[in-house]
Protein backbone atom coordinates (compact mmCIF):
# COMPACT_ATOMS: atom_id res chain seq x y z
CA UNK A 1 0.00 0.00 0.00
CA UNK A 2 2.95 2.56 0.95
CA UNK A 3 4.77 1.70 -2.23
CA UNK A 4 1.45 2.36 -4.73
CA UNK A 5 1.07 5.74 -2.45
CA UNK A 6 4.75 6.67 -3.49
CA UNK A 7 4.30 5.30 -6.98
CA UNK A 8 1.40 7.91 -7.17
CA UNK A 9 3.21 10.76 -5.57
CA UNK A 10 6.20 10.23 -7.94
CA UNK A 11 4.21 10.48 -10.93
CA UNK A 12 2.13 13.60 -10.19
CA UNK A 13 5.81 15.34 -8.98
CA UNK A 14 5.33 18.79 -10.48
CA UNK A 15 8.76 18.55 -11.35
CA UNK A 16 8.15 15.73 -13.48
CA UNK A 17 4.89 17.39 -15.09
CA UNK A 18 6.61 20.40 -15.51
CA UNK A 19 9.49 18.37 -17.90
CA UNK A 20 6.93 16.57 -19.57
CA UNK A 21 5.45 20.23 -20.32
CA UNK A 22 8.06 21.36 -22.01
CA UNK A 23 8.80 18.46 -24.02
CA UNK A 24 5.48 19.04 -25.76
CA UNK A 25 5.96 22.55 -26.09
CA UNK A 26 8.70 21.45 -28.28
CA UNK A 27 6.25 20.67 -30.76
CA UNK A 28 4.54 23.88 -31.10
CA UNK A 29 7.91 25.64 -31.04
CA UNK A 30 8.77 23.27 -34.30
CA UNK A 31 5.79 23.74 -35.66
CA UNK A 32 5.84 27.30 -35.74
CA UNK A 33 9.03 27.48 -38.15
CA UNK A 34 7.07 25.36 -40.53
CA UNK A 35 3.68 27.34 -40.51
CA UNK A 36 5.43 30.17 -40.19
CA UNK A 37 7.47 29.83 -43.47
CA UNK A 38 3.91 28.94 -44.87
CA UNK A 39 2.26 32.30 -43.88
CA UNK A 40 5.03 34.39 -45.10
CA UNK A 41 4.71 33.23 -48.54
CA UNK A 42 1.26 35.64 -48.65
CA UNK A 43 1.66 37.61 -45.66
CA UNK A 44 4.07 40.15 -44.22
CA UNK A 45 6.37 39.18 -41.17
CA UNK A 46 4.30 42.17 -39.02
CA UNK A 47 0.76 41.48 -40.38
CA UNK A 48 1.87 37.42 -39.51
CA UNK A 49 2.63 38.57 -36.04
CA UNK A 50 -0.50 40.63 -35.31
CA UNK A 51 -3.00 37.95 -36.42
CA UNK A 52 -0.44 35.02 -34.28
CA UNK A 53 -0.85 37.57 -31.63
CA UNK A 54 -4.49 38.83 -31.82
CA UNK A 55 -5.69 35.14 -32.20
CA UNK A 56 -3.31 33.52 -28.75
CA UNK A 57 -5.08 36.85 -26.72
CA UNK A 58 -8.61 36.27 -27.79
CA UNK A 59 -8.23 32.09 -27.01
CA UNK A 60 -6.36 33.13 -24.24
CA UNK A 61 -8.71 35.84 -22.33
CA UNK A 62 -11.54 33.67 -20.53
CA UNK A 63 -8.51 32.04 -18.57
CA UNK A 64 -7.13 35.38 -18.15
CA UNK A 65 -10.02 37.23 -16.52
CA UNK A 66 -10.70 33.85 -14.33
CA UNK A 67 -6.73 33.88 -13.29
CA UNK A 68 -6.32 37.76 -13.07
CA UNK A 69 -4.75 38.85 -9.51
CA UNK A 70 -7.23 39.57 -6.77
CA UNK A 71 -4.73 41.94 -5.35
CA UNK A 72 -3.39 43.54 -8.44
CA UNK A 73 0.22 43.16 -10.30
CA UNK A 74 2.36 45.07 -7.81
CA UNK A 75 6.02 44.46 -8.09
CA UNK A 76 5.08 42.39 -11.26
CA UNK A 77 4.67 45.52 -13.11
CA UNK A 78 8.57 46.40 -14.27
CA UNK A 79 9.37 42.76 -15.18
CA UNK A 80 5.60 42.37 -17.01
CA UNK A 81 6.40 45.21 -19.22
CA UNK A 82 9.75 44.05 -20.17
CA UNK A 83 8.32 40.82 -20.74
CA UNK A 84 5.73 43.03 -23.47
CA UNK A 85 8.35 44.86 -25.22
CA UNK A 86 10.58 41.61 -25.60
CA UNK A 87 8.49 38.72 -25.98
CA UNK A 88 5.40 40.39 -27.09
CA UNK A 89 6.96 43.43 -29.86
CA UNK A 90 10.47 42.66 -30.67
CA UNK A 91 10.74 38.85 -30.19
CA UNK A 92 8.07 37.99 -33.02
CA UNK A 93 8.51 40.96 -35.32
CA UNK A 94 12.54 39.95 -35.74
CA UNK A 95 11.70 36.13 -35.67
CA UNK A 96 9.92 36.77 -38.66
CA UNK A 97 11.62 39.31 -40.30
CA UNK A 98 14.70 36.74 -39.63
CA UNK A 99 12.82 34.32 -41.60
CA UNK A 100 11.75 37.00 -44.50
CA UNK A 101 15.25 37.28 -44.73
CA UNK A 102 17.41 34.14 -44.33
CA UNK A 103 16.83 30.21 -44.10
CA UNK A 104 15.17 28.54 -41.99
CA UNK A 105 17.85 26.53 -40.97
CA UNK A 106 19.83 30.09 -40.24
CA UNK A 107 17.12 31.34 -38.07
CA UNK A 108 16.85 28.07 -35.94
CA UNK A 109 20.55 27.75 -35.58
CA UNK A 110 20.84 31.30 -33.97
CA UNK A 111 17.64 31.23 -31.84
CA UNK A 112 19.24 28.43 -30.74
CA UNK A 113 21.67 30.75 -29.14
CA UNK A 114 18.76 31.90 -26.86
CA UNK A 115 19.36 28.94 -23.81
CA UNK A 116 22.80 30.70 -23.65
CA UNK A 117 22.69 34.02 -23.19
CA UNK A 118 19.66 33.24 -21.14
CA UNK A 119 21.95 30.69 -19.52
CA UNK A 120 24.81 33.50 -18.46
CA UNK A 121 22.56 36.39 -17.53
CA UNK A 122 20.67 33.79 -14.90
CA UNK A 123 22.60 34.78 -11.69
CA UNK A 124 20.69 38.40 -12.41
CA UNK A 125 17.40 36.52 -11.02
CA UNK A 126 18.91 34.44 -8.69
CA UNK A 127 19.67 31.17 -10.59
CA UNK A 128 23.42 30.13 -9.97
CA UNK A 129 25.67 29.83 -13.11
CA UNK A 130 26.90 25.96 -12.31
CA UNK A 131 29.49 23.69 -13.99
CA UNK A 132 26.30 20.97 -14.33
CA UNK A 133 23.74 23.07 -16.37
CA UNK A 134 26.67 24.80 -18.94
CA UNK A 135 28.08 21.53 -19.75
CA UNK A 136 24.69 20.57 -20.58
CA UNK A 137 23.54 23.39 -22.61
CA UNK A 138 26.73 22.86 -24.67
CA UNK A 139 26.18 20.00 -24.89
CA UNK A 140 22.54 20.81 -26.67
CA UNK A 141 23.99 23.56 -28.57
CA UNK A 142 26.96 21.28 -30.37
CA UNK A 143 24.19 18.85 -30.93
CA UNK A 144 21.78 21.33 -32.32
CA UNK A 145 24.64 23.20 -34.70
CA UNK A 146 25.12 19.75 -35.99
CA UNK A 147 21.33 18.85 -36.49
CA UNK A 148 20.67 22.38 -37.64
CA UNK A 149 23.56 22.10 -40.14
CA UNK A 150 23.56 18.79 -40.99
CA UNK A 151 27.15 18.14 -40.06
CA UNK A 152 28.58 20.87 -42.40
CA UNK A 153 29.74 23.30 -39.71
CA UNK A 154 31.24 25.34 -42.83
CA UNK A 155 28.16 26.64 -43.03
CA UNK A 156 28.71 28.78 -39.59
CA UNK A 157 31.14 31.09 -41.57
CA UNK A 158 28.90 32.48 -43.98
CA UNK A 159 26.26 33.41 -41.37
CA UNK A 160 27.48 37.08 -40.61
CA UNK A 161 27.06 37.77 -44.27
CA UNK A 162 23.06 38.23 -43.87
CA UNK A 163 21.07 40.82 -42.49
CA UNK A 164 18.69 37.75 -41.77
CA UNK A 165 21.33 35.97 -39.65
CA UNK A 166 21.66 39.56 -37.74
CA UNK A 167 17.96 39.57 -37.35
CA UNK A 168 18.05 36.07 -35.84
CA UNK A 169 20.90 36.74 -33.19
CA UNK A 170 18.84 40.16 -32.02
CA UNK A 171 15.48 37.87 -31.58
CA UNK A 172 17.42 35.33 -29.62
CA UNK A 173 18.53 38.27 -27.18
CA UNK A 174 14.94 39.38 -26.91
CA UNK A 175 13.70 36.21 -26.12
CA UNK A 176 16.53 35.71 -23.51
CA UNK A 177 15.64 38.98 -21.85
CA UNK A 178 11.59 37.52 -21.62
CA UNK A 179 12.82 34.38 -20.33
CA UNK A 180 14.85 36.34 -17.22
CA UNK A 181 12.19 38.84 -16.66
CA UNK A 182 9.43 35.92 -16.42
CA UNK A 183 11.02 34.35 -13.51
CA UNK A 184 10.04 37.17 -10.96
CA UNK A 185 6.20 37.17 -12.94
CA UNK A 186 5.48 33.60 -12.46
CA UNK A 187 5.98 34.04 -9.32
CA UNK A 188 3.19 36.10 -8.48
CA UNK A 189 0.51 35.93 -11.66
CA UNK A 190 -1.02 33.01 -13.87
CA UNK A 191 0.72 31.70 -16.90
CA UNK A 192 -2.66 32.36 -18.95
CA UNK A 193 -3.23 35.66 -17.41
CA UNK A 194 0.50 36.85 -17.70
CA UNK A 195 0.56 35.64 -21.72
CA UNK A 196 -2.71 37.25 -22.23
CA UNK A 197 -1.41 40.27 -20.96
CA UNK A 198 1.66 39.99 -23.18
CA UNK A 199 0.02 39.05 -26.28
CA UNK A 200 -2.60 41.39 -26.11
CA UNK A 201 -0.53 44.49 -25.43
CA UNK A 202 2.27 43.25 -27.64
CA UNK A 203 -0.50 42.60 -30.88
CA UNK A 204 -1.99 45.96 -30.19
CA UNK A 205 1.79 47.29 -30.62
CA UNK A 206 2.31 45.47 -33.48
CA UNK A 207 -0.99 46.78 -35.11
CA UNK A 208 0.13 49.97 -34.88
CA UNK A 209 3.37 49.17 -36.44
CA UNK A 210 1.59 47.10 -39.23
CA UNK A 211 -0.41 49.50 -40.17
CA UNK A 212 1.26 50.56 -43.97
CA UNK A 213 1.14 47.06 -44.24
CA UNK A 214 -2.86 46.84 -44.37
CA UNK A 215 -3.05 43.55 -42.12
CA UNK A 216 -6.64 43.37 -42.97
CA UNK A 217 -6.00 43.44 -46.72
CA UNK A 218 -3.61 40.88 -46.43
CA UNK A 219 -5.93 38.25 -44.14
CA UNK A 220 -8.54 38.54 -46.61
CA UNK A 221 -6.30 37.92 -49.54
CA UNK A 222 -4.25 35.58 -48.15
CA UNK A 223 -4.62 31.79 -48.86
CA UNK A 224 -6.30 28.76 -46.51
CA UNK A 225 -2.45 27.67 -46.56
CA UNK A 226 -1.70 30.74 -45.17
CA UNK A 227 -4.20 31.31 -42.99
CA UNK A 228 -3.83 27.80 -41.65
CA UNK A 229 0.02 28.29 -40.71
CA UNK A 230 -1.24 31.85 -38.70
CA UNK A 231 -3.68 29.64 -36.65
CA UNK A 232 -1.28 26.95 -35.97
CA UNK A 233 1.79 29.99 -34.64
CA UNK A 234 -1.22 30.83 -32.45
CA UNK A 235 -2.64 27.78 -31.28
CA UNK A 236 0.28 25.55 -30.75
CA UNK A 237 3.11 27.56 -30.26
CA UNK A 238 1.77 30.78 -28.57
CA UNK A 239 -0.74 29.72 -26.53
CA UNK A 240 -0.47 25.81 -26.05
CA UNK A 241 3.86 26.07 -26.03
CA UNK A 242 3.67 29.94 -24.03
CA UNK A 243 1.80 28.45 -21.34
CA UNK A 244 3.89 24.96 -20.89
CA UNK A 245 6.98 26.94 -20.90
CA UNK A 246 5.69 29.42 -17.90
CA UNK A 247 4.82 26.45 -15.89
CA UNK A 248 8.24 25.40 -16.38
CA UNK A 249 9.92 28.24 -15.65
CA UNK A 250 7.53 28.41 -12.73
CA UNK A 251 8.51 24.93 -11.50
CA UNK A 252 11.89 24.15 -12.21
CA UNK A 253 13.44 27.46 -12.97
CA UNK A 254 14.34 29.41 -16.30
CA UNK A 255 17.79 27.79 -16.64
CA UNK A 256 16.53 24.34 -16.35
CA UNK A 257 13.36 25.47 -18.61
CA UNK A 258 15.06 27.13 -22.03
CA UNK A 259 17.50 23.98 -22.74
CA UNK A 260 14.30 22.77 -23.98
CA UNK A 261 14.41 24.66 -26.77
CA UNK A 262 17.01 22.75 -28.20
CA UNK A 263 14.79 20.54 -29.10
CA UNK A 264 13.16 22.35 -31.31
CA UNK A 265 15.70 21.61 -34.84
CA UNK A 266 15.72 17.79 -33.69
CA UNK A 267 11.61 17.52 -33.67
CA UNK A 268 12.00 20.24 -37.10
CA UNK A 269 14.14 17.77 -38.23
CA UNK A 270 11.38 14.96 -37.57
CA UNK A 271 8.66 16.72 -38.99
CA UNK A 272 10.54 17.56 -42.38
CA UNK A 273 11.24 13.92 -42.65
CA UNK A 274 7.68 12.90 -41.71
CA UNK A 275 5.37 15.87 -43.60
CA UNK A 276 7.68 17.42 -46.26
CA UNK A 277 9.41 14.17 -47.50
CA UNK A 278 13.22 15.62 -46.75
CA UNK A 279 15.43 12.62 -45.94
CA UNK A 280 16.45 11.95 -42.44
CA UNK A 281 20.26 12.34 -42.36
CA UNK A 282 23.19 10.49 -40.14
CA UNK A 283 24.15 14.14 -38.71
CA UNK A 284 20.29 14.64 -37.57
CA UNK A 285 20.73 11.56 -35.23
CA UNK A 286 23.76 11.85 -34.29
CA UNK A 287 23.34 15.87 -33.43
CA UNK A 288 19.67 14.41 -31.73
CA UNK A 289 21.53 12.30 -29.49
CA UNK A 290 23.61 15.29 -27.68
CA UNK A 291 20.50 17.21 -27.45
CA UNK A 292 18.81 14.71 -25.69
CA UNK A 293 21.76 14.10 -23.52
CA UNK A 294 22.63 17.62 -22.82
CA UNK A 295 18.70 18.10 -22.43
CA UNK A 296 18.70 14.94 -19.82
CA UNK A 297 22.29 16.23 -18.17
CA UNK A 298 20.91 20.00 -17.55
CA UNK A 299 17.61 18.97 -15.66
CA UNK A 300 18.66 15.83 -13.81
CA UNK A 301 18.89 17.06 -9.84
Given at each position: ?A?????????CD??????????????????????GKV???????L?V????????????????????PA???G??V????????????????????A?????????A???????????????L????????????V??A????????T?????????????????L??????????F??????????L????????????????L??????????????????????G???M?????????????V?????????T??F???V?????????T???????LA???G?S????????????
Amino acid sequence: MASTVTERSATCDPRTLAYAGLSVSTFGWAAAFIAGKVALADMTPLSVAVWRYALASTVLLPFAVWQRPARGIGRAVAPLALMVVCGGVLYPWLFLLALAHTSATNTALLIALNPVFTLLLSPLVGEPLDRHRLGGVSLALAGATVVITAGDTRHLLGLSLQRGDLLAVAAAGCWALFNLASRPVVARLAPAFTNCVVYGLGGLALYGLARADAPWAQLAAATPAARGGVVLMALLSSVMAGQLFLVGVRTVGVGRTVVFVYLVPVLTAVLSTTLLGEPFRLAQAVGGSAVLGGVYWTTRG
